[in-house]
């Protein structure tokens, strides 16, 4: 692994989250933090999760992964590789491998219940068919093509598309956020995509819970519901175990009270569904 396939691999967001930086505003493609070589009071380094890249218009400096930790822990480029080593490289960068297609560029052509057989059978493959009440079987075209897969409305009505083969976003990136629908709830379970959140339903095996469910759907998508967070007394955290996933769940630990991280139940794997898949005949 070369500086040059480091610096596209590792996504930068992640390592100015391994050192507990968060930006202050952020949308899908870039974010504002604070700088990393001062104190300040408004922010002035500017991140483009797309390209990997940060530029301070404070100093006029560029940065990519390599260069940011040199910055943050004072080393030479050997040393900033070898911590870099930490990071999984063979998760590429989230803005690299989940393509967000806007509005103008695709149609959804029908919305119905999972009937398509490639579809039941990957729901079974991810041990969560009986749940395929809450997906749905999405036709839609994209550039002058038709596609189907399994769909996950968010709250802003763009769609997760999941199948074997793709995962996409058609229109806006946004949370999804399900509210009991018999209880007010003061408790909320947190993931980060939506087939961890079929597995913990199949888990919890009860028609009836007294929780809110957040997914993400991105943990980029975190500054959308900071404030929201506050009106539960008690968080629950289903969060990928990558360093991605343990710096947010940093970050929400030591922002509100009552927070548990419920990783420790999937430690030796990636996420809740693919330890529930490993557990499961």
Known sequence: MNCEEIKLKIGIRRVLESFHLFPIKENQKTGSYYAIDREEKIPSLSVDYVKNKAFDFGTGKSYDVISIVQQMNQCSVSEAIKYLAKFD?????????????PQKNYNIVNVNDIKHPALIQYLKIR???EYKNLV???????????????GFFNNSQGVEIRNKYSKICLGKKDVTMIKNKINV???????????????????EK?????SDYLILNSTAMLFKVEKILNEYNKISLFLDNDAN????SLKIQGQFKNVEDCSFLYR??????????????
């Open 136 to 150: 749905k079987e999405i036709e839609y075209e994209l550039n002058g093509k038709k596609y189907f897969g399994i």
């Open 245 to 248: 996933g343990k710096s947010v």
């Open 127 to 129: 041990k969560v068919s």
């Open 185 to 203: 709830s003061t408790e909320i379970v947190i993931f980060e995509g939506f087939f961890d959140y079929l597995t913990f339903r199949k888990l």
């Open 89 to 101: 490289f063979s998760q590429q960068n989230e803005f690299q491998y989940e393509e967000i297609v």
């Open 268 to 281: 030796d794997f990636k996420d809740l569904n693919e330890w529930f898949c490993k557990q499961v005949l």
């Open 206 to 210: 009860q028609e009836i819970n007294n």
